[in-house]
């Protein structure tokens, strides 16, 4: 809960904010096809009350590759389809590196994705980065405290997405529950920051999650627990 209240204050906003409300149900599917690769696929649709009441469906299939001493690449595909009539899709290719590490009593996830933004209204792409820590704490019977705090930096000036430098932040705190450990779902809280041309905006954003592995067919290789997003 310290860890919480701490990226709380780290992400807060020098000026004024608009509100906005939102709701994500993020469903996860990993298929393995070898001890350490895997594909995934991830469909989200997402909800916004906020002046725009934009409305807007996440499909992220990526290839993941689980390297040793808790790290991991992976290479992917955000399509985002939008109901604004000013950005009506965005496409992304995106290239990533994280580190997981198990402590004693709490599990740490550190990951740096960077993206290559294609919207249908510009004529290049914007280039971001995103930075994420994660801290997963265990707190029995198969229940899990989860807790992220991840920014976002535009590397170059683009009209659609805003100036270069450092524009949103989403803090995340909820709770996990492990049915198995190829199954995990998960609901939590999302103060979404956004830094947009006349003010901020903040969404504050109910996050639903599920996470799936396909069933073993006769493997021959150990299988990994999924993440929770």
């Known amino acids: 809960m310290v860890v919480f209240v701490l990226l709380l204050l780290t992400s807060s906003v020098a000026r004024a904010a608009d509100q906005g409300a939102a709701g994500w149900i993020g469903v996860k599917l990993r298929v393995p096809f070898a001890e350490r690769y895997s594909f995934q696929l991830m469909t989200e649709p997402r909800l916004f009350q906020n002046p725009d009441k934009l409305r807007a469906l996440l499909i992220r299939p990526w290839f993941d590759v689980t390297l040793p001493h808790g790290f991991g690449v992976a290479l992917g595909y955000d399509g985002l389809l939008f109901s604004n009539p000013i950005i009506k899709q965005e496409h992304r ?33 914007s280039v971001r980065g995103r930075f994420l820590l994660g801290v997963t704490v265990p707190l029995g019977l198969g229940v899990d405290f989860l807790v992220n705090n991840e920014f976002f930096v535009n590397f170059n000036d683009l009209p659609v997405v805003g100036a270069q430098g450092y524009t949103e932040n989403r803090l995340y705190g909820g709770f996990g529950r492990r049915f198995a450990p190829w199954v995990a779902v998960a609901i939590g809280y999302q103060m979404q920051w956004q830094d947009l041309d006349l003010a901020n905006l903040i969404n504050h954003t109910v996050v639903v999650s599920a996470a799936f592995e396909t069933p073993a067919r006769k493997r021959r290789f150990r299988r990994r627990p999924v993440r929770y997003r």
Do not use: D, K, M, P
Request: charged share 20%; hydrophobic share 40%; glycine share 6%.
């Open 93 to 125: 290719l995106w290239q990533q590196v994280s580190h997981g590490h198990g402590w004693e009593h709490v599990q740490t996830l550190l990951r740096f994705r960077l993206e290559q933004r294609f919207f249908s209204q510009a004529e290049r792409a």
